[in-house]
């Protein structure tokens, strides 16, 4: 929400030279929309001031966007898995993956912080598993998400499951690009 | 994206910016920062100073700003600002909560030298 005027949805904010500010409401297209405004006015000699509304994590809400279609497309079921480290999550996901075996086509996606070890136990229950080695960060960005389901390659009308690291706050915020209708975040732990 | 990427998010729109309005750098840029956009302030800071050498936002100020985190609730509608994605509404108790604002990094303003 825009704390100037209040306005919730996309917009911008022009100056012009008498100092009336005017509120525009662009037309919103399948890219990123953004918009400059130059102040001419008021601003110092060599100098130019531009105004943007750039949304640093728009290029991943956009591929977390793709990764939503592409499961629901293929009528994927997406499980985001997210707690604090050593709470249970690959436990649970081990038991869960064995309990199903057979009655559903599954896959995993795997984010550790430092080693291979959660996939090398899914791999053991013989299911199809990535890893992402996400290394000082700590969850797991749509485009990582997307290079994985590329590997992985999964059936339509299976479940997906990725297993992701560190608190549901950065998962959430973040935003891998599970499915929102049909996909479900587990919070496990504290 | 951990707060290196998006450092490197900046430099690379502040260069396209440069280059836009054929400038010579960046004189200063401003961010706003949602309170549960997930940044850590410690990390972000030093990100910058790592990825900014050689590049138009070498010498530039940096001014930070940060915006409440506002949710909606979907049984009465209320809106409210809270500090925890998981916030209950105030007004009627439910967790049927939905965050409409807060989690955006936003560059505000890039003020360049011609």
């Given at each position: 929400m825009c704390d100037t005027c209040g306005c919730g949805t996309d917009h911008v904010h022009l100056t012009d030279n008498k100092g009336k500010v005017h509120h525009l409401h662009p037309v919103v297209s399948e890219h990123t929309q953004e918009h400059f405004i130059v102040k001419a006015a008021e601003t110092p000699y060599g100098k130019r001031v531009v105004e943007l509304a750039f949304n640093v994590l728009d290029k991943n809400n956009l591929q977390a966007e793709k990764n939503r279609t592409l499961l629901r497309e293929n009528h994927i079921t997406a499980f985001n898995l997210v707690s604090s480290?050593?709470?249970?999550k690959t436990t649970v996901l081990e038991r869960t993956l064995t309990d199903l075996a057979g009655a559903y086509s599954m896959a995993v996606i795997e984010g550790d912080q430092q080693t291979s070890n959660d996939a090398a136990r899914i791999r053991a229950t013989a299911t199809p598993a990535v890893q992402v080695n996400t290394g000082k960060g700590c969850h797991l960005d749509a485009g990582m998400v997307a290079r994985a389901i590329e590997l992985l390659a999964p059936a339509d009308n299976s479940l997906l499951f990725i297993e992701n690291v560190g608190t549901p706050r950065l998962s959430r915020a973040f935003r891998p690009g599970g499915n929102p209708s049909r996909g479900h975040t587990l919070c496990n732990g504290r | 994206m951990h707060e290196l990427s998006l450092v490197m998010a900046i430099v690379e729109k502040a260069e396209a910016t440069v280059l836009e309005h054929g400038a010579r750098d960046v004189d200063s840029i401003t961010l706003r920062i949602g309170r549960l956009a997930g940044v850590e302030p410690d990390a972000l800071a030093l990100a910058w100073e790592a990825a900014i050498p050689q590049t138009v936002l070498e010498h530039a100020s940096k001014m930070e700003k940060t915006s409440e985190a506002v949710f909606i609730c979907r049984n009465c509608q209320k809106e409210f600002t809270a500090d925890d994605l998981f916030a209950c509404c105030p007004l009627c108790g439910s967790s049927a909560t939905e965050l409409v604002a807060g989690d955006e990094f936003i560059i505000e303003q890039i003020i360049l030298n011609l």
């Amino acid at each position: 929400m825009c704390d100037t005027c209040g306005c919730g949805t996309d917009h911008v904010h022009l100056t012009d030279n008498k100092g009336k500010v005017h509120h525009l409401h662009p037309v919103v297209s399948e890219h990123t929309q953004e918009h400059f405004i130059v102040k001419a006015a008021e601003t110092p000699y060599g100098k130019r001031v531009v105004e943007l509304a750039f949304n640093v994590l728009d290029k991943n809400n956009l591929q977390a966007e793709k990764n939503r279609t592409l499961l629901r497309e293929n009528h994927i079921t997406a499980f985001n898995l997210v707690s604090s480290p050593g709470s249970g999550k690959t436990t649970v996901l081990e038991r869960t993956l064995t309990d199903l075996a057979g009655a559903y086509s599954m896959a995993v996606i795997e984010g550790d912080q430092q080693t291979s070890n959660d996939a090398a136990r899914i791999r053991a229950t013989a299911t199809p598993a990535v890893q992402v080695n996400t290394g000082k960060g700590c969850h797991l960005d749509a485009g990582m998400v997307a290079r994985a389901i590329e590997l992985l390659a999964p059936a339509d009308n299976s479940l997906l499951f990725i297993e992701n690291v560190g608190t549901p706050r950065l998962s959430r915020a973040f935003r891998p690009g599970g499915n929102p209708s049909r996909g479900h975040t587990l919070c496990n732990g504290r | 994206m951990h707060e290196l990427s998006l450092v490197m998010a900046i430099v690379e729109k502040a260069e396209a910016t440069v280059l836009e309005h054929g400038a010579r750098d960046v004189d200063s840029i401003t961010l706003r920062i949602g309170r549960l956009a997930g940044v850590e302030p410690d990390a972000l800071a030093l990100a910058w100073e790592a990825a900014i050498p050689q590049t138009v936002l070498e010498h530039a100020s940096k001014m930070e700003k940060t915006s409440e985190a506002v949710f909606i609730c979907r049984n009465c509608q209320k809106e409210f600002t809270a500090d925890d994605l998981f916030a209950c509404c105030p007004l009627c108790g439910s967790s049927a909560t939905e965050l409409v604002a807060g989690d955006e990094f936003i560059i505000e303003q890039i003020i360049l030298n011609l």
